[in-house]
């Protein structure tokens, strides 16, 4: 079973916008947490963005004022809009959904989605 599955990704030039989303099911889709990571190649996946249940944001200060990550709860679907993109945001892009329920702690991750940003 899929719980969370990303789209969105592909090429695209500096300065340009992409739009994430991230698709969510089962138990991910009630999480208290849901966050964007990035891993560029050779290095640590990295936070990008969260939003939690009560819709408090957090974004790391290099995508400060340029991403902006939102959720569709009616559509469970969470969101990161990307813009005025940088060589150095090229990586993959995962959507990570962490919660608890009556079963216990959950933490699930997509499969990722490329961004690839040309200069």
């Known amino acids: 079973q899929v719980l969370v599955v990303e789209s969105g990704g592909g090429l695209v030039q500096a300065g340009g916008s992409l739009r994430l989303s991230c698709a969510t099911s089962?138990?991910?889709?009630?999480?208290?947490?849901i966050d964007w990571y990035r891993q560029a190649p050779g290095q640590q996946r990295q936070l990008v963005a969260g939003?939690?249940?009560?819709?408090?944001?957090n974004y790391e200060d290099s995508v400060k004022g340029r991403f902006t990550i939102s959720r569709d709860t009616a559509k469970n679907m969470v969101y990161l809009q990307m813009n005025s993109l940088k060589p150095e945001d090229t990586a993959v892009y995962y959507c990570?959904?962490?919660?608890?329920?009556?079963?216990?702690?959950?933490?699930?991750w997509g499969q990722g989605t490329q961004v690839t940003v040309s200069s």
């Open positions: 990570n959904a962490k919660g608890a329920d009556y079963i216990g702690l959950y933490d699930y």
């Open positions: 089962g138990r991910a889709f009630r999480a208290d947490v």
């Open positions: 939003i939690t249940s009560r819709g408090r944001l």
